[in-house]
């Protein structure tokens, strides 16, 4: 690849006493944000790396969530107008919206009808232009995250790059691809601060892969991608811990998983591993109705594929979620 990265101002000068500084046409009056902030956000990988076991040069943070890794893992590995991605479907609407805006065509092949994942279908469904295959684990909107091994397979039986989304692995029991990085060389895991960290309107997400990957997101990204407020919110935020909210989270899904089953208008709620819940009830764009004028938003997931006549549901606060299950039992067509 012929891309040279932006060299920042900051990036050509290495170590020394300096107590003045003239390099980048910053303004020298401090209002606490007169200067440019580090390119490389030095000190929060280094705390990502130290809370998650991968190396520092593994870690890729973004400026605008996990969709600003998104964007920039198209523009890295496919040529527009020329290569495709392979997705599954139903899935995160991004992945699609991304592909769409730098050219490349998309191919969504369909979970299993239990919503599990279709290892040989994903794999049949590449040719020599497919660069990308996008998998979310656990899975937005079906909630279920699919097992380490089936995507190691097609990690190992693909010649191109494996995305794993794991915006929501921190509420799953099960195993992550995020111990892979290092091994599997064609492997990317994706994460937010959005979700389990609680941090969706800092805008920033994480990416972990191969360093040799890493590098080439540090050739695309903006040079300044994320602000100085963002860096030293997020590194505050982290020091104080997520809050503790993971385990409140995940027993108020199951404490509503096992309420909503009771309603008379719900047909099914799909076993979660994520931080909300798919209902299949008996008239979806009525109860999302009902609910909206009861002033509780949803997310009508209807007209997704294999995902008619549902809702998804984020898991709220205890009393929230209190009142949204009973205003469903209380639903009558
Ligand atoms: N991945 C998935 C599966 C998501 O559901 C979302 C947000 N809804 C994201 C990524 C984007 O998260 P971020 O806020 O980090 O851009």
Redesign the pocket.
């Known amino acids: 690849m012929e891309l040279e990265p932006y060299s920042t101002a900051r990036d050509e000068f290495q170590g020394g006493d300096i107590s003045i500084w003239l390099d980048a046409n910053e303004s020298p009056y401090p209002n606490g944000v007169n200067r440019y902030p580090d390119p490389h956000q030095k000190k929060l990988k280094e705390r990502v790396a130290a809370l998650t076991g991968v190396a520092a040069e593994s870690v890729f943070i973004g400026g ?4 600003e890794a998104i964007d920039i893992i198209f523009r890295i590995f496919c040529t527009p107008g020329k290569d495709n991605a392979v997705a599954i479907a139903p899935s ?1 609407g ?1 992945y699609k919206v991304a592909a769409a805006v730098n050219d490349v065509s998309m191919r969504e092949v369909l979970l299993n009808e239990d919503f599990s994942l279709p290892v040989e279908r994903l794999l049949s469904a590449a040719d020599s232009h497919t660069k990308v295959i996008w998998i ?1 684990s656990p899975n ?1 909107p079906t909630g279920n995250a699919f097992p380490k091994e089936e995507i190691i397979e097609i990690a190992r039986k693909f010649n191109g790059i494996v995305v794993v ?1 794991e ?2 692995a921190d509420f799953s029991g099960k195993e992550t691809l995020l111990g892979e990085i290092g091994k599997v060389k064609n492997l990317i895991v ?1 994460r ?3 979700k389990a960290w609680g941090m ?1 309107g800092l ?3 994480m990416a972990f892969a191969d360093p040799e990957i890493i590098e080439y997101f540090g050739r695309v990204k903006y040079p300044y991608n994320m602000s100085s407020m963002v860096q030293e919110e997020l590194m505050r935020h982290i020091e104080k811990g997520t809050g503790g909210h993971i385990p409140e989270i995940i027993s108020e899904r199951d404490k509503m998983a096992a309420e909503l089953a009771n309603a008379s208008c719900v047909e099914k709620v799909y076993p979660s591993d994520a931080n909300f819940l798919l209902v299949k009830v008996s008239d979806a764009d009525a109860l999302y109705d009902y609910l909206i004028i009861n002033g509780v938003i949803v997310r009508n997931r209807s007209r997704m594929p294999l995902c008619a006549d549902t809702l998804r549901i984020t898991v709220g606060t205890p009393d929230e979620n209190l009142r949204t299950v009973s205003l469903i039992k209380n639903f009558y067509e």
């Not at 605008?64 to 969709?67: K, Y």
Request: charged share 15%; with cysteine.
């Open positions: 605008a969530g996990s969709d995160y991004v979310c937005n989304d915006a929501y994706l937010t601060f959005s969706a805008r920033a997400g």
